[in-house]
């Protein structure tokens, strides 16, 4: 699958560094909240979702903090590796079972 | 678990014919969804259903594009006639969810369409 290519934020970070991926969500009545992972001629794979009743969710290496007083939402991954390289997405649910999709960051493991 | 299927996973054609994009979401799940993939615009939705009725297909560009859901493990969605500006990368998605609880949607790999 291609994602926004020529435009995209990029991160780069260190083979054993910690990434933090920032995203800031619009609209203040949504509730639910992904981050999907796109390689390179795939489609968006499911990392983690967090719902609005929490703040912090951990999953296996990674870490989603939602602060809804500034509507802003980021995935920590720690130790990045190398099969860490895509890119990542946001997503936000506020209208029924539709998804409003970020613009995406790519992140870049340098080895 | 297969995932969701979807094939072709390329099309090229030229312009003027017509495109069917297929997906099998996966089993038990009782919403689907219709993706487009652009450099430009990134990831827009096209349409959705909750099983097997269109629920809202506001992001459908315009009237070439058509889509159909006859069962719960079929979708199809149709571009006639079809234009260079299509090209894009078409994916499907299915979610368990129903109605108003969301829940994390399944994506399948996509089909990317190149139209000449």
């Known amino acids: 699958g291609e994602s926004v290519g020529l435009h995209l934020p990029t991160l780069s970070v260190q083979e054993g560094d910690n990434s933090i991926i920032n995203c800031a969500y619009s609209?203040?009545?949504?509730?639910?909240f992904i981050w999907y992972k796109q390689e390179s001629g795939k489609g968006p794979q499911f990392i983690i979702d967090i719902r609005s009743n929490m703040d912090k969710r951990q999953g296996q290496r990674v870490t989603v903090l939602l602060n809804k007083t500034v509507k802003h939402l980021s995935l920590q991954i720690a130790a990045t590796q190398p099969g860490d390289s895509a890119v990542y997405f946001c997503?936000?649910?506020?209208?029924?079972?539709?998804?409003?999709f970020g613009g995406g960051t790519r992140v870049l493991v340098k080895p | 678990d297969a995932g969701v299927i979807q094939s072709p996973r390329h099309e090229v054609t030229e312009m003027g014919q017509e495109v069917t994009l297929r997906c099998k979401p996966i089993s038990g799940h009782n919403s689907l969804f219709w993706y487009r993939q652009t450099m430009m615009r990134g990831l827009e939705l096209l349409i959705y259903?909750?099983?097997?009725?269109?629920?809202?297909d506001s992001g459908m560009p315009e009237d070439r594009f058509s889509a159909k859901m006859p069962n719960a493990s079929f979708s199809t969605l149709k571009i006639q006639p079809s234009e260079p500006r299509d090209s894009a990368v078409y994916f499907c998605?299915?979610?368990?969810?129903?109605?108003?609880?969301?829940?994390?949607?399944?994506f399948g790999p996509g089909t990317r369409l190149t139209v000449l």
């Open positions: 997503a936000e649910n506020n209208t029924g079972n539709k998804l409003t």
């Open positions: 609209n203040s009545a949504s509730d639910y």
């Open positions: 259903f909750n099983n097997n009725v269109p629920i809202d």
């Open positions: 998605a299915s979610s368990p969810a129903l109605g108003t609880v969301t829940d994390t949607q399944y």
